[in-house]
């Protein structure tokens, strides 16, 4: 695969040539492309998530003073906690925020 950098030096090197064409359209394609994004839409509230980070911060303590890689299964809810998404959560489409007081994504 050819980088971005090395196409600019291709491009200027072989002028008028069959690659400076194909360079042209693979550039063309590139920024044609679209990105998709997953929304990650809040649904662990502020207690849970607290909760989430405290026990898995346990989890993870707990691994690394026995030298256990169970200790990965503690990043799990940590995770959840500090991004406040469970996608268990969302599977169940139950969340446990205050309907009043909704955080913004």
Not at 34 to 62: H, T
Request: aromatic share 12%; net charge positive.
């Amino acid at each position: 695969m050819v980088s971005f950098s090395e196409c600019i030096s291709l491009d200027r090197i072989k002028k008028g040539n069959k690659l400076t064409e194909v360079i042209q359209y693979n550039f063309h394609n590139i920024k044609q492309k679209k990105v998709s994004v997953m929304i990650l839409k809040k649904n662990v509230g502020y207690l849970d998530s607290i909760i989430r980070v405290f026990i898995g911060s346990l989890i993870v303590g707990i691994g690394l003073y026995f030298n256990s890689f169970w200790g990965f299964i503690g990043l799990i809810p940590v995770l959840s906690g500090a991004l406040s998404y469970c996608p268990i959560y969302r599977i169940l489409n139950t969340t446990t925020l205050s309907p009043d007081l909704e955080r913004e994504n």
